[in-house]
């Protein structure tokens, strides 16, 4: 945040990027809480950019936006290697679907499922309680779920497995030629 003159009034967005840079050096054990809550209360009472480079003056830069480092090296698991989500994720590379009956998405499937149960039943609650057609509709999408929840199925209907390339490798992502 270096401005030519000090004195130039700090706008909201210079006080909320001092304020995640305070944040930053104190996650990372620069600041102590005390000093960490001080120079925050600070950051939001400056009225000028001198003020708040003053609380960040004896603090390294840091670059909040920056991006991946393209020379990151992938690991790539040896054949025969048991766990695809292991080398996965000692590679950094994108999350892979949790496998399961108490993955994420079988969380998301059931919790769709209740939910749109719950407001069928309290529009036929409210419309007089006649005849229970929200059944038709909740019971067969319901027995679906169970049977797909009880054989290990993924909720879209496939066995979803890790992606993975014929080799039993993970698939080459672009750019990745770069880096043989």
Wanted: cysteine-free; glycine content about 10%; aromatic content about 8%.
């Amino acid at each position: 945040m270096a401005a030519s003159d000090p004195n130039i009034r700090a706008s909201d967005d210079d006080r909320d990027r001092t304020a995640a840079l305070l944040r930053e050096h104190h996650a990372v054990g620069r600041l102590d809480p005390e000093e960490f809550n001080e120079r925050l209360d600070k950051a939001f009472a400056a009225k000028t950019v001198g003020e708040l480079d003053e609380l960040l003056a004896d603090l390294p830069a840091i670059d909040l936006y920056r991006l991946p480092d393209a020379s990151l090296k992938r690991h790539r698991p040896t054949p025969g290697h048991s766990s695809a989500l292991a080398a996965a994720a000692a590679a950094g590379g994108p999350a892979m679907r949790q496998p399961g009956r108490l993955s994420p998405a079988w969380a998301t499937a059931w919790g769709s499922w209740v939910t749109v149960s719950a407001v069928f039943i309290v529009i036929w609650a409210l419309s007089g309680m006649g005849y229970p057609w929200f059944a038709w509709i909740i019971g067969p999408w319901g027995a679906i779920m169970l049977g797909r929840w009880i054989s290990g199925s993924h909720p879209d209907g496939g066995d979803r497995k890790p992606l993975q390339g014929g080799d039993g490798q993970p698939p080459e992502l672009p750019g990745d030629h770069d880096q043989r």
